[in-house]
Protein backbone atom coordinates (compact mmCIF):
# COMPACT_ATOMS: atom_id res chain seq x y z
CA UNK A 1 0.00 0.00 0.00
CA UNK A 2 1.93 3.04 -1.14
CA UNK A 3 -0.26 5.89 0.03
CA UNK A 4 0.67 9.11 -1.74
CA UNK A 5 4.31 9.27 -3.35
CA UNK A 6 6.10 11.95 -4.60
CA UNK A 7 8.12 12.31 -7.10
CA UNK A 8 11.35 13.46 -6.97
CA UNK A 9 12.67 13.46 -3.86
CA UNK A 10 15.39 16.14 -4.53
CA UNK A 11 15.98 18.51 -7.25
CA UNK A 12 18.04 21.26 -7.74
CA UNK A 13 17.01 23.71 -10.44
CA UNK A 14 18.59 27.05 -12.07
CA UNK A 15 16.32 30.05 -12.37
CA UNK A 16 14.32 30.50 -15.21
CA UNK A 17 14.39 26.56 -15.90
CA UNK A 18 11.24 24.68 -15.38
CA UNK A 19 9.75 21.57 -14.08
CA UNK A 20 7.19 19.23 -12.61
CA UNK A 21 6.29 17.17 -9.71
CA UNK A 22 4.33 14.34 -9.55
CA UNK A 23 1.83 13.20 -7.15
CA UNK A 24 0.39 9.88 -6.86
CA UNK A 25 -1.98 8.49 -4.76
CA UNK A 26 -3.44 4.94 -5.00
CA UNK A 27 -6.56 5.38 -2.10
CA UNK A 28 -9.08 6.56 -4.77
CA UNK A 29 -9.08 9.52 -3.04
CA UNK A 30 -11.52 12.47 -4.68
CA UNK A 31 -8.97 15.39 -2.75
CA UNK A 32 -5.53 16.49 -3.67
CA UNK A 33 -3.23 18.99 -2.52
CA UNK A 34 0.05 20.79 -3.05
CA UNK A 35 1.86 22.86 0.49
CA UNK A 36 4.87 24.12 0.76
CA UNK A 37 6.48 24.22 3.83
CA UNK A 38 9.02 27.04 4.52
CA UNK A 39 11.35 27.84 8.27
CA UNK A 40 8.47 29.34 10.47
CA UNK A 41 5.73 29.31 8.37
CA UNK A 42 4.12 26.00 8.55
CA UNK A 43 2.56 24.19 5.36
CA UNK A 44 0.94 27.16 2.85
CA UNK A 45 -1.53 25.58 0.84
CA UNK A 46 -0.56 26.35 -3.28
CA UNK A 47 -3.11 24.28 -5.26
CA UNK A 48 -5.71 21.78 -4.37
CA UNK A 49 -8.02 19.94 -6.36
CA UNK A 50 -11.17 18.71 -5.31
CA UNK A 51 -12.07 15.61 -8.57
CA UNK A 52 -10.53 14.82 -11.57
CA UNK A 53 -10.10 18.00 -13.79
CA UNK A 54 -10.89 20.62 -11.33
CA UNK A 55 -8.35 22.69 -9.56
CA UNK A 56 -8.75 25.84 -7.32
CA UNK A 57 -5.85 28.38 -6.13
CA UNK A 58 -4.56 28.28 -2.39
CA UNK A 59 -2.67 30.50 -0.41
CA UNK A 60 0.19 31.32 -2.27
CA UNK A 61 -0.44 30.25 -5.91
CA UNK A 62 1.50 32.02 -8.07
CA UNK A 63 4.45 31.12 -9.89
CA UNK A 64 2.90 27.71 -9.98
CA UNK A 65 0.66 25.31 -12.34
CA UNK A 66 -1.47 22.38 -11.50
CA UNK A 67 -3.17 19.70 -13.26
CA UNK A 68 -5.23 16.63 -12.29
CA UNK A 69 -6.00 15.22 -15.65
CA UNK A 70 -6.33 11.08 -13.83
CA UNK A 71 -8.03 10.94 -10.61
CA UNK A 72 -4.46 9.69 -9.35
CA UNK A 73 -2.11 12.31 -9.95
CA UNK A 74 -1.49 15.95 -9.37
CA UNK A 75 0.64 17.57 -11.21
CA UNK A 76 2.17 20.71 -10.13
CA UNK A 77 4.64 23.01 -12.96
CA UNK A 78 6.96 25.43 -12.07
CA UNK A 79 7.40 27.21 -15.90
CA UNK A 80 10.40 29.58 -14.74
CA UNK A 81 11.77 29.00 -11.20
CA UNK A 82 12.73 31.27 -9.03
CA UNK A 83 15.08 31.70 -5.51
CA UNK A 84 11.91 32.27 -3.81
CA UNK A 85 10.55 29.02 -4.80
CA UNK A 86 12.94 26.92 -2.82
CA UNK A 87 11.60 24.74 -0.53
CA UNK A 88 10.24 21.52 0.66
CA UNK A 89 6.89 20.92 -1.34
CA UNK A 90 4.18 18.34 0.07
CA UNK A 91 1.54 16.63 -1.66
CA UNK A 92 -1.86 15.28 0.45
CA UNK A 93 -5.08 13.43 -0.51
CA UNK A 94 -7.74 12.86 1.03
CA UNK A 95 -11.33 11.57 0.57
CA UNK A 96 -13.12 14.95 1.87
CA UNK A 97 -16.77 13.56 1.48
CA UNK A 98 -16.78 10.56 3.72
CA UNK A 99 -17.70 11.78 7.68
CA UNK A 100 -14.39 10.69 9.25
CA UNK A 101 -11.45 11.53 6.09
CA UNK A 102 -7.92 12.55 6.97
CA UNK A 103 -5.27 13.72 5.19
CA UNK A 104 -2.22 11.41 4.09
CA UNK A 105 0.80 13.29 3.06
CA UNK A 106 3.69 11.98 1.09
CA UNK A 107 7.39 12.23 1.68
CA UNK A 108 8.03 15.57 0.06
CA UNK A 109 10.32 16.89 -2.20
CA UNK A 110 12.99 19.36 -1.93
CA UNK A 111 13.82 21.79 -4.01
CA UNK A 112 17.04 24.12 -4.55
CA UNK A 113 16.64 26.62 -7.23
CA UNK A 114 20.15 28.35 -7.79
CA UNK B 1 -9.74 34.31 5.21
CA UNK B 2 -9.20 31.35 7.96
CA UNK B 3 -5.92 32.18 10.04
CA UNK B 4 -4.28 29.62 12.37
CA UNK B 5 -2.03 31.15 14.78
CA UNK B 6 0.17 28.51 17.21
CA UNK B 7 2.06 29.58 20.15
CA UNK B 8 4.72 29.34 21.07
CA UNK B 9 6.70 28.79 18.42
CA UNK B 10 9.86 27.05 20.15
CA UNK B 11 9.63 25.57 23.60
CA UNK B 12 12.35 24.23 25.30
CA UNK B 13 11.64 21.60 27.69
CA UNK B 14 13.39 19.89 30.38
CA UNK B 15 12.70 16.00 30.54
CA UNK B 16 9.77 15.12 33.05
CA UNK B 17 8.29 18.73 33.14
CA UNK B 18 4.78 19.42 31.67
CA UNK B 19 3.77 21.92 29.12
CA UNK B 20 0.74 23.13 26.82
CA UNK B 21 0.94 24.51 23.08
CA UNK B 22 -1.78 26.27 21.72
CA UNK B 23 -3.69 26.64 18.89
CA UNK B 24 -6.02 29.88 17.95
CA UNK B 25 -7.83 29.93 14.57
CA UNK B 26 -10.31 32.88 13.50
CA UNK B 27 -13.21 31.47 11.57
CA UNK B 28 -15.22 28.45 12.41
CA UNK B 29 -14.19 25.31 11.99
CA UNK B 30 -15.71 21.36 12.24
CA UNK B 31 -12.77 19.97 12.37
CA UNK B 32 -8.82 20.64 13.50
CA UNK B 33 -5.93 17.95 13.71
CA UNK B 34 -2.40 17.62 15.50
CA UNK B 35 0.68 16.85 13.29
CA UNK B 36 4.48 16.01 14.31
CA UNK B 37 6.93 16.57 11.62
CA UNK B 38 10.75 14.98 12.54
CA UNK B 39 14.10 16.62 10.85
CA UNK B 40 13.12 15.78 7.21
CA UNK B 41 10.49 13.99 7.50
CA UNK B 42 6.94 13.67 6.71
CA UNK B 43 3.73 14.45 8.65
CA UNK B 44 2.68 12.11 11.13
CA UNK B 45 -1.37 12.55 12.10
CA UNK B 46 -1.64 12.69 16.14
CA UNK B 47 -5.02 13.58 16.70
CA UNK B 48 -8.48 14.75 14.81
CA UNK B 49 -10.80 16.67 17.00
CA UNK B 50 -14.35 17.21 15.74
CA UNK B 51 -16.72 18.46 18.03
CA UNK B 52 -16.67 20.64 21.12
CA UNK B 53 -15.15 19.39 24.07
CA UNK B 54 -13.41 16.52 22.10
CA UNK B 55 -10.78 15.42 24.24
CA UNK B 56 -7.78 12.91 22.87
CA UNK B 57 -4.73 11.08 25.02
CA UNK B 58 -1.97 9.08 23.27
CA UNK B 59 0.83 8.36 25.96
CA UNK B 60 2.31 11.65 27.15
CA UNK B 61 0.14 13.60 24.50
CA UNK B 62 -3.32 14.99 25.08
CA UNK B 63 -5.52 17.13 22.77
CA UNK B 64 -8.26 18.80 23.43
CA UNK B 65 -10.77 21.18 21.34
CA UNK B 66 -13.00 24.10 22.56
CA UNK B 67 -14.71 25.71 19.37
CA UNK B 68 -16.40 28.42 21.37
CA UNK B 69 -12.82 30.06 21.75
CA UNK B 70 -11.56 28.43 18.64
CA UNK B 71 -8.97 26.80 20.73
CA UNK B 72 -7.21 24.07 20.84
CA UNK B 73 -4.37 22.90 23.22
CA UNK B 74 -1.93 20.18 23.27
CA UNK B 75 -0.49 18.73 26.40
CA UNK B 76 2.33 17.61 27.01
CA UNK B 77 3.15 15.46 30.43
CA UNK B 78 6.13 14.53 31.75
CA UNK B 79 8.70 15.17 28.87
CA UNK B 80 10.95 12.56 27.48
CA UNK B 81 13.57 13.30 24.95
CA UNK B 82 11.84 11.20 21.94
CA UNK B 83 8.72 13.93 21.92
CA UNK B 84 11.73 16.55 20.41
CA UNK B 85 9.89 17.09 16.90
CA UNK B 86 7.83 20.02 15.28
CA UNK B 87 4.29 19.95 16.37
CA UNK B 88 1.61 21.41 14.14
CA UNK B 89 -2.06 22.19 14.54
CA UNK B 90 -4.38 22.32 11.38
CA UNK B 91 -7.73 23.62 10.39
CA UNK B 92 -10.65 22.70 8.06
CA UNK B 93 -12.09 24.96 6.35
CA UNK B 94 -15.41 24.51 3.84
CA UNK B 95 -15.67 26.07 0.64
CA UNK B 96 -19.39 25.95 -0.86
CA UNK B 97 -17.71 25.21 -4.24
CA UNK B 98 -14.28 24.39 -3.76
CA UNK B 99 -14.89 21.84 -0.99
CA UNK B 100 -12.51 21.63 2.20
CA UNK B 101 -9.00 22.52 2.50
CA UNK B 102 -6.44 22.23 5.82
CA UNK B 103 -5.06 25.10 6.91
CA UNK B 104 -1.38 24.65 9.28
CA UNK B 105 -0.57 27.05 11.71
CA UNK B 106 3.18 27.93 11.64
CA UNK B 107 4.65 24.86 14.18
CA UNK B 108 5.99 24.82 17.10
CA UNK B 109 9.58 23.50 17.45
CA UNK B 110 9.92 21.56 20.96
CA UNK B 111 13.22 20.68 22.13
CA UNK B 112 13.22 18.55 25.45
CA UNK B 113 16.46 18.56 27.01
CA UNK B 114 17.86 16.00 29.67
Known amino acids: NAGVTQTPKFRVLKTGQSMTLLCAQDMNHEYMYWYRQDPGMGLRLIHY???????AKGEVPDGYNVSRLKKQNFLLGLESAAPSQTSVYFC?????????????FGSGTRLTVV | ELKVEQNPLFLSMQEGKNYTIYCNYS?????LYWYRQDPGKSLESLFVLLSNGAVKQEGRLMASLDTKARLSTLHITAAVHDLSATYFC??????????????FGAGTILRVKS
Open chain 2, 27 to 31: TTSDR
Open chain 2, 90 to 103: AVVVTHMEYGNKLV
Open chain 1, 92 to 104: ASSNGRSNNYGYT
Open chain 1, 49 to 55: SVGEGTT
